[in-house]
């Protein structure tokens, strides 16, 4: 996730700053690139890192597996068009991490309302606020075999929505091969089959 505090920016500064850092980049994925730093350097920044933006509750082990990357949307106070807070379940979401590798990337994409800023429709995971709870969509892909999700479930919960991601993530390792996106899953395995055995 791409939110910090004030107190997060500092630590972020001082980190670059303790690493001579002259130049990174933000990319449209939210991910921090740090350039002109050699290997062994590199991981000990990302150890700082680690340290300090770990997740509260996150398992780091070695060995477990993490969702490649998560948008969410602004808060109410934030957005005038968001009906709920996205930062909380965005956090949650963010902790996750499985004991087995997934079969490709995934990206997770949350929107606080149907507007959709955060692309959640062209995800491999994409959740969005309504008015009866949340959305769940799976199999979702931009890039140059574009797809839209399709809708899983609808008026859930949080919790529910915790649960909801586990297991479609935990359903597409078992059951994907080796570097099939979700998009492609989606289309191999079917869609009626994959809810089929997600909801029962």
Not at 45 to 72: E, K, M, V, W, Y
Not at 77 to 102: A, E, H, M, V
Not at 158 to 179: G, P, R
Request: hydrophobic share 40%.
């Amino acid at each position: 996730m791409s939110l910090l505090t004030q107190d997060e920016l500092k630590s972020l500064y001082a980190l670059l700053q303790k690493y001579n850092v002259t130049m990174t980049q933000i990319t449209p994925a939210q991910k921090l690139v740090i350039y002109g730093l050699d290997e062994s350097t590199a991981q000990l920044l990302l150890q700082d890192l680690d340290d300090i933006f770990a997740a509260p509750g996150a398992t780091r082990q070695n060995g477990a597996t993490q969702i490649t990357s998560l948008r969410c949307c602004p808060d109410p106070d934030q957005c005038k068009y968001s009906i709920t807070s996205s930062k909380n379940l965005g956090r949650i979401l963010n902790s996750l991490t499985f004991s087995k590798p997934f079969p490709h990337k995934v990206k997770i994409a949350i929107s606080a309302c149907s507007m959709c800023c955060t692309e959640p429709l062209v995800r491999d995971v994409g959740i969005v606020a309504h008015r009866g709870g949340w959305k769940i969509f799976f199999g979702g892909n931009a890039g140059g075999r574009p797809r839209i999700a399709d809708l899983i479930a609808t008026n859930l919960n949080q919790e529910d929505v915790v649960t909801m991601v586990i297991k479609l993530l935990n359903f597409y390792t078992e059951n994907a091969t080796k570097k099939q996106r979700t998009a492609r899953f989606v289309e191999s395995f079917g869609i009626d089959a994959i809810k089929k055995n997600i909801l029962k």
